[in-house]
Structures are given as C-alpha cells and as structure tokens.
Nanobody, 112 residues
Framework: QVQVAESGGGLVQPGGSLRLSCATT????????MGWYRQAPGKEREFVAF???????NYADSVKGRFTISREAAKNTAYLQMDNMQPEDTAVYYC??????WGQGIQVTVSS
C-alpha cells in the first residue's frame, strides 16, 4: 500500500492563495509522476496538473497561469501552489502518485 498524504486545504477568499502538499515514500516519489486532480460537487473528477520525476509539468487550461506544481525530493513531497483562486476552483483535491495511488482528498473552498 503506497502512502499518499495530502495537506493544506481550507477556505480562501476569491483572489487568494493556498498551497497543497502531497507526501509519499521516498522510493515511490523518486520514480513517479505526481499529479493533482479535483472533483467539484456534482461533477466528475478532472485533471489539474502533473509533474514528472524529471520536472516536466503539464496543466489543465483552466488553471494555467494561476497554479504551479513543484516537487521537493528532500521531503518526498509535491506541491500545488494555487494563486488568484476563484469560486470555480472549489472542489475536493486529490493527489495521485504514479499510475493509480490516490490520496484521500482534501477540501478547498473559495468563497467570500
């Protein structure tokens, strides 16, 4: 069982920022793509961003220019920096490690 631990969610006002973290074990982290997905109420889970173990990144069009994914090998952790957040970013955010290792999900709410 691969451990995937998300943290950093919460409530933020429109235009604000949050940073999500996703930690896993070192042996898995060093060789895995780290990704973020989200699921809003009544909608299907959707791709947000990923970063390869070489540092290449990809983003959904809806978050390009606002969200930044990164990874820190010393902490076996990937981050999702979310800036200029909007109400439509409200969702449960899930970290995905490798092919199919998912975290429990973490709530992010953007509201005034």
């Amino acid at each position: 069982q691969v451990q995937v631990a998300e943290s950093g969610g919460g409530l933020v006002q429109p235009g604000g920022s949050l940073r999500l973290s996703c930690a896993t074990t070192s042996d898995i982290f060093s060789t895995s793509i780290m990704g973020w997905y989200r699921q809003a109420p009544g909608k299907e889970r959707e791709f947000v961003a990923f970063i390869t173990n070489y540092g290449s990144t990809n983003y959904a069009d809806s978050v390009k220019g606002r969200f930044t994914i990164s990874r820190e090998a010393a902490k076996n952790t990937a981050y999702l920096q979310m800036d200029n957040m909007q109400p439509e970013d409200t969702a449960v955010y899930y970290c995905k490690v490798g092919r199919d290792n998912w975290g429990q999900g973490i709530q992010v709410t953007v509201s005034s």
